[in-house]
Every structure is written in structure tokens, then in C-alpha cells.
């Protein structure tokens, strides 16, 4: 058991939050924060059907989520995905489009929490075959809880 998870770190290892965040974006993404958010999620969950080797990676990183420790290579790379949310919360605040009273912090954890919680919840109810219904849920969820409300900012 102990060789089959050090097999997992190594896949997890070599597909780093970055990586996927520029395959994701590609050159068609919108210049809009929310937009790109969504489209972000969209195409992730796209991607992880289409594509045998990212759905290996979610597989494994629910299995991963339970059993790494704090500290763990497997928790270094959580917080590379935390940064990336972060930055994009900031950015979304900085142009008027984020409620500016949201900690970029927090948010970027519950916003992870929901993207983890939609895959483990996909592989369980449906083997990952509703990955996209669950993505649209939490980006419906997402986008009411970060956009200010209309005017704000712009005075």
C-alpha cells in the first residue's frame, strides 16, 4: 500500500497547479475576472473527462487529501492552488468585480474546499460522469458569493 501512494505522489508531483492553470486558460480565456473564473472551472472539468491522465490525478488526489499530512509535498502543492484562487479573488477585487470586503485568503480555501468537494462528490455518486453539472453548481454558487453588487467601486 505504502508503493502504491508513493506512485500517486509522483503523478500528483508532476502536474503542478500552474501547469494546469495555463493549459486551462489557453488564449481564448475572457479578460472579465468572473468570466474567467467560470471558464476556468468549465474548462477544467472538461479537460479531467476528456483527459485519462488528469482524471488519474483527481482520483488520486481524493485519496491523497486524506491520507498526506500537514507539511507533506502533497500539502505544498495545495497551497501553489490556494495561491493561484488568491490571485485571482485580488484580481477580481482590484477591478470592482469582487466584493472588496472578502478576504482573498479565505475565499481561495472555501473556493478549493468546493473544487475538491465537487470532484470527490462526482467520483462518488456518479464515477466523475457529472463533473460538469456539479462544476456549474459551485460556479453558480462561486459567482453570487464574490461579485459586488452592481456600481460598486465605480463612484
Given at each position: ?12 508531483a ?27 472551472l468549465?474548462?477544467r ?28 509535498t ?58 460538469e ?23
Open positions: 500500500d505504502g508503493e502504491r501512494f508513493d506512485g500517486m505522489r509522483a503523478v500528483i508532476n502536474v503542478t497547479p500552474t501547469q494546469l492553470y495555463g493549459r486551462l486558460l489557453g488564449e481564448e480565456a475572457p479578460a472579465n475576472v468572473s468570466e474567467r473564473a467560470a471558464f476556468l468549465r474548462r472539468a472538461a479537460l479531467i473527462r476528456a483527459d485519462p491522465s488528469l482524471g488519474c490525478v483527481t482520483r488520486l488526489g481524493s485519496e491523497l487529501n486524506v491520507r498526506s499530512e500537514p507539511g507533506s502533497y500539502a505544498s502543492f495545495q497551497d501553489l492552488a490556494l495561491e493561484l484562487i488568491g490571485d485571482l479573488v485580488r484580481e477580481g477585487q482590484g477591478g470592482h468585480e469582487f466584493r472588496s470586503d472578502l478576504d482573498p485568503e479565505a475565499a481561495a480555501r472555501a473556493i478549493y474546499a468546493a473544487i475538491l468537494g465537487l470532484d470527490a462528490l462526482s467520483l462518488l455518486m456518479s464515477g466523475g460522469e457529472d463533473l453539472v456539479r462544476t456549474e453548481e459551485v460556479i453558480d454558487l462561486l459567482l453570487r458569493g464574490l461579485l459586488a453588487p452592481a456600481g460598486a467601486g465605480h463612484r
